[in-house]
């Protein structure tokens, strides 16, 4: 078991509030743990105090990390073109639906739909655009953001999964950055066998029996915990993906991540999906290299004030917590989902 303590903050009664809220759901599943998927789920998307889910996500200079918009036009530019060309390629439909998936700040709608006016007007006039934003905050952000783009255009609008119809989208459904912030779970080979690292709340007393501090004056602890898989959907997951640790003799104690929230996605993007594409862009690498017996430490990556590190456990609520897409799952899910 290794044991990291949270960054101590004492002015920060959120941060307080959402380890305390962690620890309350780890007390309250089996065996007092629970998978690192749920713990990256509540840290980033925890409703009131998650770093998504509220004013904390800082995204740019100020913040604690860039996406490729905040550098320039060009990349919406690109994407504009491209879609420009999936518009041509499915006969011109109208209406022409983009679907964002996470769209941050919205700087990508500026760009793509002021590239479109000048360049593609006829894409433009059938295009619909919809925003798909899990974050509360993000949302709030982007529809101020755009409050004039949304009267003069008309066609922008924001929407939940379950307000998209099945089998409605003709056009394509994108992301830039999304799947990189998904929760994973996390794994260990380790004697042979394949085990689940999952997350505790840490022990606070010393070796006398006696509380190290005030837990009144601390916020939670948290520590790493070795248990069995917590769903056979771990295994099938990198049989999938084509990985076999026993083959490929990783080493004892070779640790990394799989991503079965990003299966979730992909299946309900297709589901909705009548005819078009999926573009995803992201960091990430196929599964040969992503699952390299070398990488011995998985992609886990934690961003705060424009620094990365790996350490999940510290800045909990203030940071954000990211992983490298499996690009090779989501392909073979995409095609087994009819994609």
Not at 125 to 137: F, Q, W
Not at 227 to 232: D, E, K, M, Q, V
Request: charged letters at 20%; glycine letters at 6%.
């Amino acid at each position: 078991m290794t044991v990291r303590e949270t960054n101590p903050n004492q002015h920060d009664l959120g941060q307080r509030e959402l380890c305390d809220r962690i620890a309350q759901h780890i007390a309250d599943s089996p065996n007092h743990q629970i998978p690192f998927a749920d713990f990256m789920a509540l840290a980033l998307y925890e409703p009131e105090y998650g770093y998504y889910a509220t004013n904390r996500v800082n995204i740019g200079g100020a913040g604690d990390f860039y996406t490729a918009p905040h550098l320039g036009s060009d990349f919406g530019e690109l994407l504009a073109e491209q879609f420009a060309e999936m518009w041509r390629l499915l006969d011109y439909p109208n209406p022409f639906t983009l679907v964002e998936m996470g769209a941050g700040q919205g700087l990508l709608v500026r760009d793509i739909l002021r590239y479109l006016h000048r360049h593609h007007d006829a894409c433009f006039e059938a295009l619909d655009y919809v925003i798909v934003e899990g974050s509360p905050a993000l949302r709030q952000e982007q529809q101020q953001r755009m409050a004039k783009l949304v009267q003069t255009f008309g066609r922008l609008h924001w929407r939940t999964w379950e307000e998209i119809a099945p089998n409605s989208i003709v056009g394509c459904f994108f992301s830039n950055e999304l799947i990189d912030a998904l929760p994973v779970h996390r794994v260990i080979w380790k004697d042979g066998a394949l085990h689940e690292l999952c997350v505790t709340v840490a022990d606070t007393t010393d070796t006398t029996g006696s509380i190290k501090s005030n837990p009144d004056e601390e916020k939670q602890s948290f520590a790493e915990a070795i248990a069995p898989l917590s769903t056979p959907a771990l295994q099938h997951y990198f049989e999938q993906s084509g990985i076999d640790f026993v083959a490929a003799r990783y080493p004892d104690g070779y640790t990394t991540e799989a991503n079965l929230a990003a299966l979730e996605w992909m299946e309900t993007v297709a589901r909705r999906l009548q005819r078009g594409y999926v573009l995803t862009i992201d960091y990430g690498y196929p599964a040969q290299r992503y699952y390299l017996p070398t990488r011995r430490s998985g992609t886990l990556q934690c961003y705060f004030q424009h620094r990365h590190h790996d350490d999940p456990f510290v800045n909990i609520g203030l940071q954000d917590i990211t992983a490298h897409a499996n690009f090779t799952a989501l392909e073979r899910q995409g095609e087994s989902c009819g994609l």
